[in-house]
Each structure stands twice: as structure tokens, then as C-alpha cells.
């Protein structure tokens, strides 16, 4: 009996053993398929094979927990991702990964650990621009939490089953790419999904009708693919289409831009778009309201970073060779879905400028033959998510609407809409004074106008006795193209002043403008005299303080920038003290003054001192009359004539 006991348990151990052999074979073979769909970025199959592995065996190398993150990270999937990435200490955690891994804290608005995180990738790789811009998006967020007054914005009920690839404005509705039968189980049927899980999504329509959505319907019958598309834009008559198809080509997928025609009640004449390359892509088309330039996204060779953006213009029927829209606009990271509304106003989203993590929406403009004021919309536009494809509807310029995978685990991006609030018209406030003496300036003449060939005058107004001014900037006129708001001031004997005020003025979103105050450079002219009452002495002193060298640095700049100039610098005293005294005191003054001017490398022969004491009175406060201490101020001062040019 004790025998048989004993063979029976060997039995059992071997058959033990060999279960084990098999399971751990079963395990390896799964993990190395696991790898081999990771390393072609194949994430969600990798999955499979991974999630199969721990199936069997739940611990694994943190190697492999690593790549089970990553592959979260990759399928948006950032709930799950960050489970794993915590199973692993960062120092096992390869740099990319590692990038990884403080992005989706970004997204869960943690910043100060995934500054954290970003840092250590910078010690290694001190210089990675990119990560350098991470670090200063997780500051940019923390200071700007306040959402901005511009905008309201509020989810859509559109579903878009995943990912988004934007929506677009089209008749009385929108077009977009989305599932139309999304009950059939696609997960279980690898060759019906992308490489991150989801079905292959058409072109869909829905009616826009009392602020809600309907259902969505085919868009077309002759525009549906095996894979992708979407990212679409129209001609201002409607009657073309410039869309986005996934393309496969030799075993690599690549975006394409396509043109249709709608003829005869048919979107028709599919068209490759000469832009377009074999060797990589071209997305997210976005064309001018007068058809000659067309905005798209590209990863071709020699850009700044990863995807940039590109414009092409229309030469005949032929789409030119594409233009890189330069580094203000394009950097180390991805810039994409770009938008040109009626006015220039280009929108895109980025991860290579601050943000507050993930995609940002940004606008720029284009002015003097380059593009400028690139801006962060800020919240409630950008989140801590992907915020990005935001289009502006052709005619009511106040409804937007966007994507975002805000609120979600990262895998799920929903349409939003954004409307613009009706802000009261901008005033223009400020002060505008004496650039040298730093004397208000009363009666300047303010011209608010328009950047444009004739340069049109909006708005005016005159300064008062404080040289104040207000002036109110009146509703922008969006049938026109003039974008920059020009300010003027003029006064008899200064020169004119030209400010650029705002770039911005014919966004979508008017800007808010703060207040400025104006300093006029005086025009120079010989037997002109200049006062200054801001020039200061302690009583009875000959002694220049800090805030007078301040006041004497203008005086020097303006006698180098007019080499040939002579001056009389003079200064001169109350009645109070004795009249010899005064006058000592003065010719004291007036020659440290001329004193510190020389000390500056300027020719000695340009400036004549003299004291005048209390000669030269500008009031009636002369010896035995009592004035007040503003009065006496009056005559307290430094004057520089010009003798010579």
C-alpha cells in the first residue's frame, strides 16, 4: 500500500512538472509575441498577448510591466497605463517610457510629480528641447487655472465612439468621422479594428437643430474606405471637399489628402492632392475662404519637430510646393489640425508649446510676411487633455466647436462646443507724457485706426489736463480682411507715435487690452527750452540723488543720438534762502549735472552750465510774497535749451 502511495505521488509530480513546463511555455510564447506586435507598435494586439501572459503567470518581469504601460499609453488607455507604471520603480524605467509616464500625470493634473519626473529624463538628456518645454508646460499650468470670461463651453451629445479626427461646419449640420454600427463586436475581430482597438470610422453627417446633434447618417455612399477617414474641410461654395484618408503602402500606413467634387447631387472626382508623398504624410486639411492656400499637417523631412504644419498655395489648378509656416508657429513637437478662418486667423493644437499638457489649441497670426502672436487660448479652450481640431462656424463667429479627451481615461475624445460670450467694447486707456521731462501731456491728439491701405480712422479722442486719455474700440467688422489695430498720438512739437496695439483684434475671440501709457520723444529745434521739474535736489543741495541720474540718462541718449547738438543747461531755485545763496546753489546744480552728462562720453563743448538762482521766476512767488509748496515747486527746476544743431 505504502508502494503504490509513493508511485501514485511521483505521478502526480510529474505530471505537476509537466503542467508547469507547459504553462510556462504556453507564458514565454505569449510574451514573445506580445513583444513582437510592441516593437512593430502594434499596441492593442500586444495587449492580448501580454494580458494573456499575466493570465497565467500574474508576476512579471518589470520589463514587461514597463511595456504593458506603455502600450496603455499608447491606446490612450491612461487609467490602466498608470496602474502598471506604478508597479515599477523609475529607475528601472527607460527614458522614453519614462516621458510616458510623467505625461499622463500631466494629464491627471499632477504636476509637480511629473515636473518631477521630467527633470530626471533631463539629467540624462540635458539636451532634450522637448522635455525641456514639458517642464515649462507643468509650470505654465499651475500659474493660469483661472478659466477666461471669452468663452463658454459645454459637451456635445455627439459620440464619437474613441478617437476623434475633428468635426466640420457643413450646411445646417456638421461632417465628421464616427461608427455607424457600433454593436458589432469589432474587439474580437482583429482585421476590423486599428491598431489601437477601434472600428474604421466614415464620414457622417448630423443635423444641427435646437442646440442638440441628431443621430448621425452616412455622409456619402461613394466615400467609404477600408480604413480611416476624416479631418475634412469645404470651399466656401461647398462644392469641394478636401479630405483625409489612412493610406497603406508597402506594409506602411501613411495620410493622404483628397479632393472631391460635388456634381450632380455626388461628391465625385476623387483626387489625390499633388502634395502628397509616398514616403510620408499629409493631414488635416484646412482651405482660405478664397481657395488659393491650403493649411495641412505633415511629417515630412527637414520640419522642426515631429509634425508640422505646412501651407501650399494654388498656382492654376496645380497646389504648389508646400511651404514650412517656420519656427514661431512649427516646434520640436507636434503641430496639427490647423483651421484659417475668414479673417487669417490660423488655429492649430500643439504639444511643443506651454500648455497645460497633452494638445493645446493655439492661435497666430500673419503679418508683415511672417507669422506672429502665437497665443495659448487658455481654459476653458485647453485642459490638461488633447484639445485640438477647432473650427469656427462660417457665419455666427461666436459657435466653435472642438475635440477633447478631457474627463475621460484618456481614450475617449468628445465634441465640444464653445460659445463666445459677449464681452463689453474694449476701452483703451492710458496716459501719455513728456519722454524726456516726463511732464503730462494735455491736447494729444489719439487716433484709433485701422491697418490697411488707407488707413482708416475708428475712433478719436484728445487728452485732458493729466494727460489722460479713454478711448473706446468699437465692434469689429468682420467683412472686412484688416486685422491690426493701430493707435497714433500727435502733438504739436513731439514726434508721432505709432503703436501696434493689438494683432488679435480680428480673432474670433476679442481680446482683452490693457492700459498703456504713451511717452512722446519732443522734437528738437534750436531756442527750444525744456523744463524739468523731475529733476531733484534736497533742500539747500547740490547733490543728485538716483531719480535725477535717471531723468539725465534721457538727456545723454538724446545728445548722442544728435551728435552736432549744443545745449544750455541751466538750473534754477525758489525765492526762499538768500538771493546769493540761490544763485551759488544753482551754478552748483547746474555743474554737477553737466558733470555726470560728461562722465557718459560726451563731447564737453555740447553742454554749457549756469546757475540762474532765482532770477528767472516762471510765477509770482518772488521774496515777501507766501506761497504754498506746490507754487514754490514751479520754479524749482532744470532747463535745457537748445542753442545749436
Known amino acids: 500500500m505504502a508502494e503504490n502511495n509513493k508511485n501514485i505521488s511521483k505521478y502526480l509530480l510529474i505530471i505537476t512538472l509537466i503542467v508547469f513546463v507547459k504553462v510556462g511555455y504556453s507564458q514565454n510564447s505569449d510574451i514573445q509575441k506580445g513583444d513582437k506586435e510592441y516593437v512593430k507598435e502594434h499596441y492593442y494586439n500586444a495587449l492580448n498577448y501580454y494580458k494573456k501572459a499575466i493570465s497565467k503567470i500574474p508576476l512579471?518581469?518589470?520589463?514587461?510591466?514597463?511595456?504593458?504601460?506603455?502600450?496603455?499609453?499608447?491606446?490612450?488607455?491612461?487609467?490602466?497605463?498608470?496602474?502598471?507604471?506604478?508597479?515599477?520603480?523609475?529607475?528601472?524605467?527607460?527614458?522614453?517610457?519614462?516621458?510616458?509616464?510623467?505625461k499622463i500625470l500631466q494629464f491627471n493634473q499632477q504636476y509637480k510629480q511629473a515636473e518631477k519626473l521630467f527633470r530626471k529624463v533631463l539629467k540624462k538628456e540635458n539636451k532634450n528641447s522637448l522635455v525641456s518645454v514639458y517642464i515649462q508646460s507643468c509650470k505654465y499650468a499651475e500659474t493660469h487655472i483661472d478659466n477666461s470670461i471669452e468663452y463658454n463651453v459645454e459637451k456635445t451629445n455627439l459620440n464619437i465612439y474613441g478617437e476623434s479626427f475633428g468635426v466640420q461646419f457643413y450646411k445646417d449640420g456638421i461632417v465628421y468621422?464616427?461608427?455607424?454600427?457600433?454593436?458589432?463586436?469589432?474587439?474580437?475581430?482583429?482585421?476590423?479594428?486599428?491598431?489601437?482597438?477601434?472600428?474604421?470610422?466614415?464620414?457622417?453627417?448630423?443635423?444641427?437643430?435646437?442646440?442638440?446633434?441628431?443621430?448621425?447618417?452616412?455622409?456619402?455612399?461613394?466615400?467609404?474606405?477600408?480604413?480611416?477617414?476624416?479631418?475634412?474641410?469645404?470651399?466656401?461654395?461647398?462644392?469641394?471637399?478636401?479630405?483625409?484618408?489612412?493610406?497603406?503602402?508597402?506594409?506602411?500606413?501613411?495620410?493622404?489628402?483628397f479632393q472631391v467634387e460635388y456634381i450632380n447631387n455626388k461628391w465625385q472626382n476623387k483626387k489625390a492632392l499633388s502634395i502628397n508623398s509616398d514616403m510620408y504624410s499629409c493631414a488635416h486639411p484646412s482651405v482660405t475662404s478664397d481657395g488659393k492656400q491650403l493649411f495641412f499637417t505633415s511629417d515630412m523631412p527637414n520640419g522642426y519637430g515631429g509634425k508640422d504644419l505646412y501651407v501650399s498655395i494654388k498656382e492654376g489648378n496645380i497646389w504648389g510646393k508646400p511651404q514650412n509656416l517656420g519656427k514661431k508657429v512649427n516646434t520640436v513637437g507636434n503641430e496639427m489640425f490647423p483651421f484659417i478662418n475668414k479673417n487669417g486667423v490660423l488655429y492649430f493644437s500643439?504639444?511643443?508649446?506651454?500648455?497645460?499638457?497633452?494638445?493645446?489649441?493655439?492661435?497666430?497670426?500673419?503679418?508683415?510676411?511672417?507669422?506672429?502672436?502665437?497665443?495659448?487660448?487658455?481654459?476653458?479652450?485647453?485642459?490638461?487633455?488633447?484639445?485640438?481640431?477647432?473650427?469656427?462656424?462660417?457665419?455666427?463667429?461666436?459657435?466653435?466647436?472642438?475635440?477633447?479627451n478631457r474627463g475621460t481615461q484618456?481614450?475617449?475624445?468628445?465634441?465640444?462646443?464653445?460659445?463666445?460670450?459677449?464681452?463689453?467694447?474694449?476701452?483703451?486707456?492710458?496716459?501719455?507724457?513728456?519722454?524726456?521731462?516726463?511732464?503730462?501731456?494735455?491736447?494729444?491728439?489719439?487716433?484709433?485706426?485701422?491697418?490697411?491701405?488707407?488707413?482708416?480712422?475708428?475712433?478719436?479722442?484728445v487728452s485732458n489736463n493729466k494727460g489722460e486719455f479713454s478711448i473706446v474700440v468699437p465692434k469689429k467688422d468682420e467683412s472686412v480682411d484688416e486685422r491690426n489695430l493701430i493707435l497714433t498720438v500727435e502733438k504739436k512739437g513731439y514726434e508721432r507715435k505709432v503703436i501696434d496695439i493689438d494683432e488679435t483684434y480680428f480673432e474670433t475671440d476679442k481680446p482683452l487690452i490693457k492700459d498703456i501709457n504713451i511717452e512722446l520723444k519732443v522734437e528738437?529745434?534750436?531756442?527750444?527750452?525744456?523744463?524739468?521739474?523731475?529733476?531733484?535736489?534736497?533742500?539747500?543741495?547740490?547733490?543728485?540723488?538716483?531719480?535725477?541720474?535717471?531723468?539725465l540718462d534721457k538727456?545723454?541718449?538724446?545728445?548722442?543720438?544728435?551728435?552736432?547738438?549744443?545745449?544750455?543747461?541751466?538750473?534754477?531755485?525758489?525765492s526762499r534762502a538768500d538771493a546769493d545763496f540761490n544763485f551759488e546753489l544753482s551754478k552748483k546744480r547746474a555743474e554737477n549735472a553737466k558733470n555726470y552728462i560728461l562722465l557718459q562720453n560726451i563731447n564737453s563743448e555740447q553742454v554749457i552750465a549756469k546757475g540762474y538762482g532765482e532770477s528767472k521766476l516762471l510765477n509770482h512767488c518772488k521774496d515777501g510774497v507766501l506761497c504754498n509748496e506746490n507754487e514754490y515747486a514751479v520754479n524749482r527746476r532744470i532747463e535745457i535749451k537748445i542753442l545749436k544743431l
Open 555 to 574: 538727456v545723454i541718449l538724446m545728445l548722442k543720438e544728435n551728435k552736432g547738438i549744443q545745449i544750455e543747461l541751466s538750473a534754477h531755485t525758489d
Open 177 to 257: 468621422a464616427t461608427e455607424i454600427d457600433n454593436e458589432k463586436d469589432y474587439v474580437s475581430a482583429y482585421n476590423e479594428v486599428d491598431k489601437n482597438g477601434y472600428q474604421f470610422k466614415n464620414l457622417c453627417f448630423s443635423k444641427y437643430k435646437n442646440d442638440v446633434f441628431e443621430k448621425p447618417e452616412l455622409f456619402s455612399d461613394n466615400l467609404t474606405y477600408r480604413y480611416h477617414e476624416g479631418t475634412v474641410c469645404f470651399s466656401s461654395d461647398n462644392k469641394t471637399m478636401y479630405f483625409t484618408e489612412t493610406i497603406r503602402k508597402k506594409k506602411k500606413i501613411i495620410l493622404q489628402i
Open 524 to 551: 528738437i529745434e534750436e531756442e527750444k527750452v525744456l523744463k524739468f521739474h523731475n529733476i531733484y535736489f534736497e533742500y539747500g543741495s547740490a547733490e543728485l540723488n538716483t531719480n535725477s541720474k535717471i531723468v
Open 60 to 102: 512579471q518581469s518589470e520589463k514587461i510591466l514597463i511595456r504593458i504601460a506603455d502600450s496603455y499609453y499608447y491606446i490612450s488607455d491612461y487609467v490602466n497605463a498608470i496602474q502598471y507604471f506604478n508597479q515599477v520603480s523609475t529607475a528601472q524605467i527607460p527614458t522614453p517610457q519614462l516621458i510616458n509616464y510623467a
Open 410 to 461: 484618456g481614450n475617449q475624445d468628445n465634441i465640444y462646443k464653445a460659445i463666445k460670450t459677449d464681452l463689453p467694447a474694449d476701452t483703451i486707456k492710458g496716459k501719455i507724457s513728456d519722454a524726456l521731462t516726463e511732464d503730462l501731456l494735455d491736447k494729444s491728439l489719439v487716433f484709433l485706426l485701422v491697418d490697411s491701405i488707407t488707413g482708416d480712422t475708428i475712433a478719436r479722442t
Open 350 to 404: 500643439s504639444d511643443g508649446h506651454p500648455g497645460y499638457g497633452g494638445l493645446d489649441i493655439f492661435s497666430a497670426i500673419y503679418s508683415h510676411d511672417k507669422w506672429t502672436k502665437v497665443t495659448n487660448k487658455k481654459k476653458p479652450l485647453n485642459s490638461s487633455g488633447d484639445d485640438f481640431s477647432i473650427v469656427v462656424h462660417p457665419t455666427n463667429d461666436k459657435l466653435l466647436l472642438f475635440s477633447s
